[in-house]
Protein backbone atom coordinates (compact mmCIF):
# COMPACT_ATOMS: atom_id res chain seq x y z
CA UNK A 1 0.00 0.00 0.00
CA UNK A 2 1.18 3.27 -1.16
CA UNK A 3 1.00 6.31 1.25
CA UNK A 4 0.35 9.99 -0.15
CA UNK A 5 0.65 13.25 2.74
CA UNK A 6 -1.99 15.10 3.05
CA UNK A 7 0.04 18.14 0.88
CA UNK A 8 0.78 16.03 -2.05
CA UNK A 9 -2.95 15.04 -1.81
CA UNK A 10 -4.05 18.58 -1.85
CA UNK A 11 -1.60 19.55 -4.61
CA UNK A 12 -2.64 16.89 -7.13
CA UNK A 13 -6.49 17.53 -6.58
CA UNK A 14 -5.70 21.25 -6.29
CA UNK A 15 -8.17 21.84 -3.09
CA UNK A 16 -6.88 23.17 -0.43
CA UNK A 17 -6.17 21.36 2.94
CA UNK A 18 -9.71 22.04 4.82
CA UNK A 19 -11.49 20.78 2.12
CA UNK A 20 -9.47 17.19 2.39
CA UNK A 21 -10.00 17.79 6.22
CA UNK A 22 -14.41 18.10 5.15
CA UNK A 23 -13.54 15.09 3.16
CA UNK A 24 -12.27 13.04 5.72
CA UNK A 25 -14.68 14.36 8.35
CA UNK A 26 -18.07 12.88 5.89
CA UNK A 27 -16.61 10.29 4.51
CA UNK A 28 -15.96 10.81 1.20
CA UNK A 29 -11.99 10.55 1.33
CA UNK A 30 -10.61 8.62 4.70
CA UNK A 31 -6.94 9.30 5.73
CA UNK A 32 -5.06 6.32 7.42
CA UNK A 33 -2.82 8.32 10.54
CA UNK A 34 0.62 7.03 10.99
CA UNK A 35 2.28 8.94 13.88
CA UNK A 36 -0.37 11.55 14.44
CA UNK A 37 0.13 12.40 10.22
CA UNK A 38 -2.60 11.96 8.12
CA UNK A 39 -1.85 9.91 5.08
CA UNK A 40 -3.97 8.86 2.30
CA UNK A 41 -3.56 5.19 -0.02
CA UNK A 42 -2.80 6.01 -3.57
CA UNK A 43 -5.69 3.31 -4.86
CA UNK A 44 -7.92 5.19 -2.31
CA UNK A 45 -7.69 8.57 -4.81
CA UNK A 46 -8.17 6.67 -8.21
CA UNK A 47 -11.85 7.56 -8.10
CA UNK A 48 -10.71 11.09 -9.19
CA UNK A 49 -10.21 11.34 -12.74
CA UNK A 50 -7.09 13.58 -12.94
CA UNK A 51 -5.60 11.34 -10.05
CA UNK A 52 -6.11 8.64 -12.41
CA UNK A 53 -4.68 10.59 -15.58
CA UNK A 54 -1.35 11.63 -12.97
CA UNK A 55 -0.54 7.74 -12.31
CA UNK A 56 -1.64 6.47 -15.65
CA UNK A 57 0.78 9.03 -17.01
CA UNK A 58 2.79 8.49 -20.01
CA UNK A 59 5.04 11.41 -20.03
CA UNK A 60 8.71 9.80 -20.44
CA UNK A 61 7.28 8.04 -23.76
CA UNK A 62 5.51 11.68 -24.55
CA UNK A 63 8.73 13.57 -24.62
CA UNK A 64 10.61 11.28 -26.22
CA UNK A 65 8.21 12.24 -29.11
CA UNK A 66 11.02 14.03 -31.72
CA UNK A 67 10.11 16.03 -35.02
CA UNK A 68 10.43 14.25 -38.41
CA UNK A 69 11.31 16.85 -40.53
CA UNK A 70 12.19 20.42 -39.73
CA UNK A 71 8.80 21.86 -38.46
CA UNK A 72 8.32 25.84 -38.55
CA UNK A 73 6.11 28.22 -36.58
CA UNK A 74 5.60 31.82 -36.75
CA UNK A 75 4.44 33.42 -33.28
CA UNK A 76 2.35 36.54 -32.46
CA UNK A 77 2.35 38.50 -29.45
CA UNK A 78 5.91 36.57 -28.64
CA UNK A 79 6.77 38.43 -25.51
CA UNK A 80 9.35 37.71 -23.23
CA UNK A 81 9.63 34.14 -24.86
CA UNK A 82 8.06 31.52 -22.58
CA UNK A 83 5.87 30.20 -25.65
CA UNK A 84 8.57 29.84 -28.26
CA UNK A 85 11.73 28.62 -25.81
CA UNK A 86 9.03 26.39 -25.36
CA UNK A 87 8.21 25.38 -28.64
CA UNK A 88 11.89 25.24 -29.78
CA UNK A 89 12.56 22.69 -26.86
CA UNK A 90 10.33 20.39 -28.78
CA UNK A 91 12.04 20.72 -31.98
CA UNK A 92 9.77 23.68 -33.89
CA UNK A 93 11.85 26.18 -36.05
CA UNK A 94 10.59 29.58 -35.48
CA UNK A 95 11.16 31.67 -38.87
CA UNK A 96 9.47 34.61 -37.17
CA UNK A 97 8.66 36.10 -34.17
CA UNK A 98 6.58 39.43 -33.87
CA UNK A 99 5.85 41.85 -30.74
CA UNK A 100 5.36 45.28 -30.34
CA UNK A 101 7.33 45.93 -26.86
CA UNK A 102 10.68 47.29 -26.83
CA UNK A 103 11.93 45.46 -23.98
CA UNK A 104 10.53 42.19 -24.60
CA UNK A 105 11.97 42.29 -28.13
CA UNK A 106 15.71 43.10 -26.80
CA UNK A 107 15.10 40.07 -24.31
CA UNK A 108 14.29 37.52 -27.44
CA UNK A 109 17.69 39.36 -29.20
CA UNK A 110 19.43 39.38 -26.39
CA UNK A 111 18.97 35.72 -25.47
CA UNK A 112 18.75 34.55 -29.48
CA UNK A 113 20.27 37.12 -31.68
CA UNK A 114 19.55 34.63 -34.63
CA UNK A 115 15.80 34.70 -34.26
CA UNK A 116 14.24 36.54 -36.54
CA UNK A 117 12.37 39.26 -34.24
CA UNK A 118 10.07 41.59 -35.81
CA UNK A 119 9.53 44.32 -33.89
CA UNK A 120 6.24 46.07 -34.69
CA UNK A 121 2.52 46.20 -34.23
CA UNK A 122 0.94 43.23 -35.97
CA UNK A 123 -1.63 45.58 -37.57
CA UNK A 124 1.12 46.55 -39.87
CA UNK A 125 2.39 43.28 -40.57
CA UNK A 126 1.75 41.47 -44.08
CA UNK A 127 2.40 37.75 -43.54
CA UNK A 128 1.52 36.79 -47.08
CA UNK A 129 5.33 36.47 -47.66
CA UNK A 130 4.90 33.09 -45.82
CA UNK A 131 2.29 31.47 -47.15
CA UNK A 132 2.61 27.54 -46.82
CA UNK A 133 6.08 28.16 -46.24
CA UNK A 134 5.18 27.71 -42.31
CA UNK A 135 3.80 24.95 -40.61
CA UNK A 136 2.37 26.36 -37.03
CA UNK A 137 1.50 29.82 -35.95
CA UNK A 138 1.09 30.20 -32.19
CA UNK A 139 0.33 33.54 -29.93
CA UNK A 140 -1.28 34.28 -27.03
CA UNK A 141 -3.64 37.62 -28.18
CA UNK A 142 -4.40 39.89 -25.72
CA UNK A 143 -8.31 39.79 -25.29
CA UNK A 144 -10.18 43.55 -24.66
CA UNK A 145 -12.99 43.92 -24.84
CA UNK A 146 -15.26 41.97 -27.95
CA UNK A 147 -17.36 45.30 -28.27
CA UNK A 148 -19.23 43.64 -31.54
CA UNK A 149 -19.54 40.21 -29.98
CA UNK A 150 -23.02 39.00 -29.96
CA UNK A 151 -24.19 41.28 -33.51
CA UNK A 152 -23.68 38.74 -36.14
CA UNK A 153 -21.38 36.45 -35.00
CA UNK A 154 -18.74 36.90 -38.13
CA UNK A 155 -15.21 37.42 -38.88
CA UNK A 156 -16.19 41.10 -39.43
CA UNK A 157 -17.13 41.26 -35.49
CA UNK A 158 -13.69 40.91 -34.75
CA UNK A 159 -12.33 43.90 -36.45
CA UNK A 160 -10.58 46.03 -34.16
CA UNK A 161 -9.32 44.09 -31.79
CA UNK A 162 -5.69 42.15 -31.92
CA UNK A 163 -8.00 38.58 -32.39
CA UNK A 164 -8.45 39.77 -35.95
CA UNK A 165 -4.81 40.39 -36.42
CA UNK A 166 -4.37 37.11 -35.06
CA UNK A 167 -7.04 35.45 -37.73
CA UNK A 168 -5.48 37.37 -40.46
CA UNK A 169 -2.18 36.51 -39.77
CA UNK A 170 -3.68 32.18 -39.96
CA UNK A 171 -5.21 33.57 -43.12
CA UNK A 172 -2.43 34.99 -44.91
CA UNK A 173 -0.12 31.96 -44.13
CA UNK A 174 -2.63 28.82 -44.18
CA UNK A 175 -0.25 26.92 -41.88
CA UNK A 176 -1.45 23.50 -41.09
CA UNK A 177 -2.40 23.67 -37.28
CA UNK A 178 -2.37 26.66 -35.01
CA UNK A 179 -2.44 27.24 -31.46
CA UNK A 180 -3.98 30.34 -29.50
CA UNK A 181 -3.67 30.65 -25.91
CA UNK A 182 -6.06 33.13 -23.72
CA UNK A 183 -6.61 33.87 -20.34
CA UNK A 184 -9.34 31.34 -18.80
CA UNK A 185 -11.98 34.51 -18.06
CA UNK A 186 -12.59 33.79 -22.29
CA UNK A 187 -14.73 30.72 -21.92
CA UNK A 188 -17.43 32.97 -20.40
CA UNK A 189 -16.49 36.54 -21.34
CA UNK A 190 -19.85 38.55 -22.16
CA UNK A 191 -21.87 35.50 -21.47
CA UNK A 192 -20.21 32.94 -24.14
CA UNK A 193 -20.74 35.78 -26.74
CA UNK A 194 -16.88 36.30 -27.45
CA UNK A 195 -15.84 32.67 -27.73
CA UNK A 196 -18.58 32.05 -30.41
CA UNK A 197 -17.52 35.08 -32.14
CA UNK A 198 -13.78 33.54 -31.88
CA UNK A 199 -15.13 30.23 -33.02
CA UNK A 200 -16.79 31.28 -35.73
CA UNK A 201 -13.83 33.59 -37.24
CA UNK A 202 -11.95 30.58 -37.09
CA UNK A 203 -14.60 28.84 -38.92
CA UNK A 204 -14.61 31.68 -41.81
CA UNK A 205 -10.99 30.84 -42.57
CA UNK A 206 -11.32 27.74 -43.33
CA UNK A 207 -9.94 26.05 -40.51
CA UNK A 208 -11.38 23.63 -38.01
CA UNK A 209 -11.48 24.11 -33.99
CA UNK A 210 -10.87 21.69 -31.56
CA UNK A 211 -13.34 22.25 -28.38
CA UNK A 212 -11.29 24.57 -26.30
CA UNK A 213 -9.66 23.65 -22.99
CA UNK A 214 -8.25 25.00 -20.09
CA UNK A 215 -4.99 23.26 -19.09
CA UNK A 216 -3.44 23.78 -15.33
CA UNK A 217 0.08 24.49 -16.12
CA UNK A 218 1.05 22.61 -12.37
CA UNK A 219 -0.42 19.67 -14.39
CA UNK A 220 2.65 19.56 -16.85
CA UNK A 221 5.58 20.35 -14.77
CA UNK A 222 5.28 23.71 -13.87
CA UNK A 223 4.99 24.61 -10.22
CA UNK A 224 2.75 27.17 -10.50
CA UNK A 225 -1.44 27.25 -10.77
CA UNK A 226 -1.98 28.80 -13.48
CA UNK A 227 -4.53 27.89 -16.12
CA UNK A 228 -4.71 29.22 -20.19
CA UNK A 229 -7.45 28.40 -22.48
CA UNK A 230 -5.79 26.77 -25.45
CA UNK A 231 -7.41 26.78 -29.20
CA UNK A 232 -6.19 24.55 -31.73
CA UNK A 233 -7.23 25.26 -35.13
CA UNK A 234 -6.49 22.71 -38.30
CA UNK A 235 -6.82 23.65 -41.89
CA UNK A 236 -10.07 22.30 -43.41
CA UNK A 237 -7.88 20.06 -45.42
CA UNK A 238 -6.65 18.46 -42.78
CA UNK A 239 -9.93 18.19 -40.33
CA UNK A 240 -10.79 14.45 -41.10
CA UNK A 241 -7.06 13.90 -38.92
CA UNK A 242 -8.37 15.86 -36.12
CA UNK A 243 -8.50 13.17 -33.88
CA UNK A 244 -4.76 12.72 -34.31
CA UNK A 245 -4.13 16.32 -32.21
CA UNK A 246 -4.31 14.74 -28.55
CA UNK A 247 -3.26 17.52 -25.83
CA UNK A 248 -0.33 16.49 -23.97
CA UNK A 249 0.18 13.69 -21.48
CA UNK A 250 0.29 15.09 -17.74
CA UNK A 251 3.50 15.13 -15.90
CA UNK A 252 3.17 12.10 -13.09
CA UNK A 253 3.66 14.93 -10.33
CA UNK A 254 2.60 18.30 -9.25
CA UNK A 255 5.83 20.69 -8.35
CA UNK A 256 5.79 23.41 -5.63
CA UNK A 257 7.94 26.55 -4.99
CA UNK A 258 10.35 24.02 -2.89
CA UNK A 259 10.80 22.80 -6.51
CA UNK A 260 11.64 26.16 -8.46
CA UNK A 261 14.13 27.65 -5.78
CA UNK A 262 15.78 24.51 -4.64
CA UNK A 263 18.28 22.00 -6.84
CA UNK A 264 16.13 19.16 -8.01
CA UNK A 265 13.62 17.98 -10.39
CA UNK A 266 13.39 21.55 -12.29
CA UNK A 267 17.21 23.01 -11.96
CA UNK A 268 20.58 22.19 -11.48
CA UNK A 269 21.20 24.56 -8.78
CA UNK A 270 19.23 25.94 -6.38
CA UNK A 271 17.68 29.98 -7.25
CA UNK A 272 20.39 32.68 -8.04
CA UNK A 273 20.50 35.75 -6.29
CA UNK A 274 19.00 38.62 -8.66
CA UNK A 275 17.26 42.06 -8.26
CA UNK A 276 13.98 42.56 -6.80
CA UNK A 277 11.43 45.27 -5.06
CA UNK A 278 11.14 45.41 -1.45
CA UNK A 279 8.30 46.34 1.06
CA UNK A 280 8.19 49.48 2.52
CA UNK A 281 8.62 49.58 6.69
CA UNK A 282 5.29 49.14 8.03
CA UNK A 283 4.15 46.74 5.61
CA UNK A 284 7.27 44.81 5.92
CA UNK A 285 6.01 44.59 9.86
CA UNK A 286 2.92 43.48 9.04
CA UNK A 287 3.43 40.77 6.36
CA UNK A 288 5.99 39.15 8.85
CA UNK A 289 2.67 38.16 10.95
CA UNK A 290 1.51 36.16 8.07
CA UNK A 291 2.36 32.42 8.40
CA UNK A 292 3.08 30.29 5.11
CA UNK A 293 0.35 29.74 2.57
CA UNK A 294 -1.76 32.05 5.01
CA UNK A 295 -3.28 35.50 3.81
CA UNK A 296 -4.77 38.40 5.66
CA UNK A 297 -7.52 36.21 7.59
CA UNK A 298 -4.24 34.74 9.26
CA UNK A 299 -3.44 38.62 10.44
CA UNK A 300 -5.15 39.62 14.51
CA UNK A 301 -8.69 41.61 14.07
CA UNK A 302 -6.27 44.76 14.53
CA UNK A 303 -3.51 44.27 11.77
CA UNK A 304 -6.51 43.35 9.39
CA UNK A 305 -8.28 46.59 10.36
CA UNK A 306 -4.82 48.33 9.82
CA UNK A 307 -4.19 46.43 6.51
CA UNK A 308 -7.21 46.27 4.56
CA UNK A 309 -8.68 49.82 5.48
CA UNK A 310 -11.72 50.03 4.06
CA UNK A 311 -11.83 46.66 2.21
CA UNK A 312 -12.40 44.90 6.26
CA UNK A 313 -15.67 45.73 5.92
CA UNK A 314 -17.00 44.38 2.52
CA UNK A 315 -17.79 40.47 1.33
CA UNK A 316 -15.98 38.16 -0.19
CA UNK A 317 -12.66 36.49 0.19
CA UNK A 318 -10.48 38.46 -1.03
CA UNK A 319 -7.59 35.75 -1.17
CA UNK A 320 -5.06 37.30 -2.79
CA UNK A 321 -4.23 40.43 -0.15
CA UNK A 322 -1.37 39.64 2.23
CA UNK A 323 -0.71 36.41 0.30
CA UNK A 324 2.20 34.52 1.31
CA UNK A 325 3.14 31.58 -0.63
CA UNK A 326 3.99 28.08 0.90
CA UNK A 327 7.18 26.15 -0.37
CA UNK A 328 4.64 22.83 0.06
CA UNK A 329 2.85 24.10 -2.84
CA UNK A 330 2.24 25.36 -6.48
CA UNK A 331 2.80 29.07 -6.46
CA UNK A 332 -0.13 30.95 -7.38
CA UNK A 333 -0.41 32.51 -10.56
CA UNK A 334 2.87 35.01 -11.04
CA UNK A 335 1.42 38.57 -12.01
CA UNK A 336 3.17 41.25 -13.33
CA UNK A 337 3.69 43.38 -10.41
CA UNK A 338 5.30 40.88 -7.07
CA UNK A 339 4.17 43.78 -4.78
CA UNK A 340 0.83 44.53 -5.41
CA UNK A 341 -1.82 44.60 -2.76
CA UNK A 342 -4.19 42.21 -4.56
CA UNK A 343 -2.26 39.87 -5.94
CA UNK A 344 0.62 39.56 -3.11
CA UNK A 345 2.98 37.28 -3.39
CA UNK A 346 5.43 37.31 -0.60
CA UNK A 347 8.42 34.71 -0.29
CA UNK A 348 7.72 31.56 2.13
CA UNK A 349 10.15 32.14 4.27
CA UNK A 350 11.46 35.66 3.91
CA UNK A 351 9.19 38.76 4.40
CA UNK A 352 9.56 40.00 0.69
CA UNK A 353 8.47 40.07 -2.89
CA UNK A 354 9.83 37.45 -5.45
CA UNK A 355 12.89 38.53 -7.09
CA UNK A 356 13.39 38.13 -11.20
CA UNK A 357 14.80 35.10 -10.77
CA UNK A 358 13.01 33.56 -8.54
CA UNK A 359 9.65 34.68 -10.56
CA UNK A 360 10.99 33.42 -13.37
CA UNK A 361 11.94 30.01 -12.26
CA UNK A 362 8.36 29.36 -11.60
CA UNK A 363 7.56 30.08 -14.40
CA UNK A 364 10.11 27.49 -15.62
CA UNK A 365 12.28 30.17 -17.26
CA UNK A 366 15.85 29.07 -17.75
CA UNK A 367 18.44 30.55 -15.46
CA UNK A 368 20.31 31.83 -18.45
CA UNK A 369 17.09 33.66 -20.06
CA UNK A 370 18.15 36.89 -19.11
CA UNK A 371 15.42 39.71 -19.55
CA UNK A 372 16.41 43.36 -20.63
CA UNK A 373 14.80 46.43 -19.86
CA UNK A 374 13.85 47.97 -15.81
CA UNK A 375 13.16 45.64 -12.90
CA UNK A 376 9.63 46.99 -13.65
CA UNK A 377 9.50 45.62 -17.13
CA UNK A 378 11.35 42.12 -16.34
CA UNK A 379 8.62 41.58 -13.80
CA UNK A 380 5.92 42.39 -16.23
CA UNK A 381 7.40 40.45 -19.08
CA UNK A 382 7.53 37.60 -16.88
CA UNK A 383 4.31 37.71 -15.17
CA UNK A 384 2.91 38.12 -19.08
CA UNK A 385 4.61 35.12 -20.20
CA UNK A 386 3.33 31.62 -21.08
CA UNK A 387 4.80 29.03 -18.84
CA UNK A 388 7.67 27.54 -20.60
CA UNK A 389 6.98 24.13 -19.72
CA UNK A 390 3.59 24.02 -20.14
CA UNK A 391 4.52 25.64 -23.82
CA UNK A 392 7.43 22.35 -24.18
CA UNK A 393 4.31 20.07 -23.89
CA UNK A 394 1.90 21.67 -26.25
CA UNK A 395 4.65 21.89 -28.64
CA UNK A 396 5.04 18.04 -28.28
CA UNK A 397 1.59 17.61 -29.05
CA UNK A 398 2.27 19.76 -32.28
CA UNK A 399 5.30 17.94 -33.28
CA UNK A 400 3.30 14.46 -32.71
CA UNK A 401 -0.19 15.59 -34.46
CA UNK A 402 2.38 16.45 -37.53
CA UNK A 403 4.30 13.96 -37.52
CA UNK A 404 0.94 11.39 -38.22
CA UNK A 405 -0.14 13.42 -41.63
CA UNK A 406 3.47 13.93 -42.51
Not at 131 to 136: A, C, F, S, T
Not at 285 to 293: A, R, S, T
Amino acid sequence: MELLDEFEVSNLLNVPLHRLNTWAKNGKLIPAKLNGVKKYDKESLLKFEIIKDIFNSKWEEFIKIKPKREYTSIELFAGAGGMAIGMEKAGIKHVLLNEIEKNSCNTLRFNRPKWNVLENDIRNVDFSEYRDKVDIVTGGFPCQAFSSAGKKLGFEDTRGTLFFDFARCIKEVQPKIFIGENVKGLFNHDKGKTLEVIKQSIKDIGYTLIEPTVLKAMYYKVPQKRERLILVGIRNDLAKHLNKFKFPEKYYKVLTVSDAFKKGILYSRNVPKSDGVEYPKRKKEIMEEVPQGGYWKDLSDELQREYMGGSYFLGGGKTGLARRLSMKTPSLTIVCSPAMKQTERCHPIETRPLTIRESARIQTFPDDWKFQGAKGQQYKQIGNAVPVNLAYALGLSLVDFLNKIE
